[in-house]
C-alpha cells in the first residue's frame, strides 16, 4: 500500500443517479488529466473544468466535471483529480477501468482518508470524524463526528501530552542529575499535575459509554394492557400507520418495530402484545416475546388506558419498569380519568396523551428524547462522546499515571515514576495515531468506504 501508487475508486455508491463521482490520487494524476481529458495544458487547480473523459482507444466515455488539487494541497497530500460524471454505473466503471489501464490500482476502503492521515494533513481522530460522518445515524451522531473532524478531541490530546510532559520533565530531572543539585525541587511535585490528569482522562473515557447509542441507536420497548393503545402510541411515534389499531384486545400478537422520527438518535420503538391473564396459546406466546421485548430494550413506554382502572400487569414486567428507564403513557385523556389512576406507579413520570390520532406524537418524542438524556442512555447535546477505541487508551493512560503517582510516595520511585509517564504518553499519541501501529490503522480504515 504504497503512497507513490495512484490509486482510483468510484466515491458515490454504485446504482443510478444524477451523478456519481470518481477519485483519482497519486503521482499519475498529471498525466491521467492530459491523457484521459485530452488537454494539452494541465488543468487549472481547484477549478471546475468539464471536459471529455475518452478512454485509451479515444472513444468518448461521458462528459465530466473536473476537479484538480496540486501535490500539498489537496485532502490526501497527494495530487487528486475528482470526475464528476453521470450517475450511470456503466458509465462509472468505463472511467474507473480505463484509469486502471492507464497504470493506476484499486482504491483500498478509507485509503484516501489514510493517505491524507499519513501526511499529516489530519490526525488519527480527524480520520474517524470522516468515517462518523458518512456512518452517523442521527443528529446527535452527525454532531459528535463534526467535532472529531474539527479536532477537538485532537486538541484535548495535545493539551494532556503537555502538561504530562511538563510533568515528566521534572522527574527526568531528579534522574539525570543527582538529588544534592535539585535541593529545592521534591520529586513528589508532579503528583497534584498526575492525579488531575488521572481524574480528566478517566471522565472523558466514560462518555464512550454512549459509543453504542450513537453508532447502533437505541430501543424502546411499547409495553401495557390489551386495548391500552400500544399499537395507536407506535404509529403517532412512527408518523405512520405500521401496526393495527382496533377497538379489539388483543389485536397486536407478533412484536413491530419502526424507526422513530424526529429525535436526534436513531431511536426503534417495539410495539408488543398486551398482556392480561389467560388468552389463547398464541396471544400467551405473543405475551412471552412482549416480555422479552421489555427485558431486553433500553427504555421503556409503559402505555395505560386512563378511562379504566389501573392494569394488573405480570410481576415480570413489573420488575423491568426501573423508574428513570421508564415513561408512563397516561392515554386516552379525552375521556374521563378513572380515579384510581393517580396512585398508579407513582414513582414513574407519566405523560397525558390522546392517541386517537397525531396530535401528541410531537410532545411524547421530545419527552421521550429527554428521558434518554436523563436516563444516562443518550449523550446530551453538548457532550464530546469519544469512541471505545479513544476510551482504551485513555483508560491505559489514566492506570499508568495512577501508578505514576503511587511511585512517588514514599519510598519515591522516580525512575518506575518516569516510566509510567512515558507509558501514558504513548497511550495518548495512540488516540491521534503519533504512533506507529500498522495493524490498528489497517483495522481502523477497513471500516471506511471505499472512495473516502
Ligand atoms: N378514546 C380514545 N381511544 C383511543 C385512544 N388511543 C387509542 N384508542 C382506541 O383504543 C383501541 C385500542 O387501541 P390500540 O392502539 O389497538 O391498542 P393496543 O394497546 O395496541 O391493543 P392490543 O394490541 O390489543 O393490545 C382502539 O379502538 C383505539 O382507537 C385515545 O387516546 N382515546
Ligand atoms: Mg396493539
Redesign the pocket.
Known amino acids: 500500500m504504497s503512497a507513490s501508487d495512484t490509486i482510483v475508486a468510484a466515491a458515490t455508491p454504485s446504482g443510478r443517479s444524477a451523478l456519481a463521482v470518481v477519485r483519482i490520487d497519486g503521482p499519475l494524476v498529471p498525466s491521467l488529466s492530459a491523457d484521459g481529458l485530452g488537454r494539452s495544458a494541465p488543468l487549472t487547480e481547484r477549478r471546475a473544468t468539464t471536459a471529455v473523459w475518452r478512454d485509451m482507444k479515444g472513444e468518448p466515455v461521458d462528459q465530466v466535471v473536473a476537479v484538480r488539487w496540486a501535490a500539498g494541497r489537496s485532502f490526501t497530500g497527494g495530487d487528486t483529480l475528482e470526475l464528476t460524471c453521470h450517475g450511470n454505473p456503466l458509465l462509472v466503471r468505463r472511467i474507473v477501468e480505463d484509469v486502471l489501464a492507464r497504470g493506476a490500482r484499486m482504491a483500498e476502503p478509507g485509503e484516501f482518508t489514510r493517505r491524507a492521515f499519513l501526511a499529516g494533513r489530519i490526525d488519527l481522530t480527524q480520520a474517524e470524524g470522516v468515517a462518523g460522518l458518512i456512518h452517523a445515524t442521527g443528529e446527535r451522531a452527525l454532531a459528535a463526528a463534526r467535532r472529531l473532524l474539527a479536532g477537538e478531541l485532537g486538541r484535548l490530546v495535545a493539551g494532556w501530552s503537555d502538561r504530562l510532559l511538563t510533568a515528566a520533565a521534572t522527574l527526568e530531572a531528579h534522574i539525570d542529575f543527582p538529588e544534592e543539585d535539585l535541593p529545592e525541587e521534591d520529586p513528589r511535585g508532579p503528583a497534584a499535575a498526575l492525579a488531575s490528569l488521572v481524574s480528566e482522562l478517566s471522565g472523558y473515557a466514560g462518555t464512550a459509554r454512549h459509543d453504542a447509542a450513537l453508532r447502533a441507536g437505541l430501543r424502546v420497548a411499547v409495553v ?1 394492557a ?7 402510541l407506535l404509529n403517532a411515534l412512527a408518523g405512520s400507520a405500521r401496526a393495527l ?8 400478537r407478533d412484536w413491530i418495530e419502526a424507526p422513530v422520527g424526529g429525535l436526534p438518535l436513531a431511536v426503534t420503538a417495539v ?1 408488543t ?2 398482556l392480561r391473564d389467560g388468552g389463547g396459546a398464541v396471544e400467551r406466546a405473543g405475551m412471552e416475546r412482549s416480555l422479552e421485548q421489555a427485558e431486553s430494550a433500553h427504555f421503556l413506554l409503559l ?1 395505560v388506558d386512563a378511562s379504566a382502572p389501573p392494569p394488573a400487569l405480570p410481576s415480570r414486567l413489573t420488575s423491568a419498569l426501573v423508574p428513570g428507564r421508564c415513561l408512563v403513557v397516561s ?5 374521563p380519568e378513572h380515579p384510581a389512576q393517580s396512585a398508579f406507579m407513582p414513582d414513574i413520570p407519566r405523560i397525558k ?4 390520532d397525531g396530535r401528541d406524537a410531537e410532545r411524547i418524542r421530545s419527552r421521550l428524547s429527554e428521558a434518554l438524556v436523563a436516563a444516562d442512555l443518550a449523550p446530551g447535546a453538548e457532550e464530546l462522546v469519544v469512541s471505545v477505541r479513544h476510551a482504551d487508551a485513555l483508560r491505559r493512560a489514566a492506570a499508568a499515571l495512577s501508578d505514576a503517582r503511587r511511585h512517588l510516595s514514599a519510598p519515591v520511585q522516580t525512575e518506575l515514576a518516569a516510566e509510567k509517564c512515558r507509558e501514558a504518553l504513548d497511550a495518548l499519541g495512540e488516540i491521534v495515531g503519533r504512533i506507529d501501529n500498522e495493524r490498528m490503522l489497517d483495522k481502523l480504515f477497513a471500516s471506511f468506504c471505499i472512495g473516502k
Open positions: 401495557g390489551p386495548n391500552a393503545g400500544k399499537s395507536s389499531v382496533s377497538a379489539e384486545a388483543g389485536t397486536t410495539d402484545a398486551g402505555v392515554n386516552k385523556s379525552d375521556l396523551a390522546c392517541l386517537l
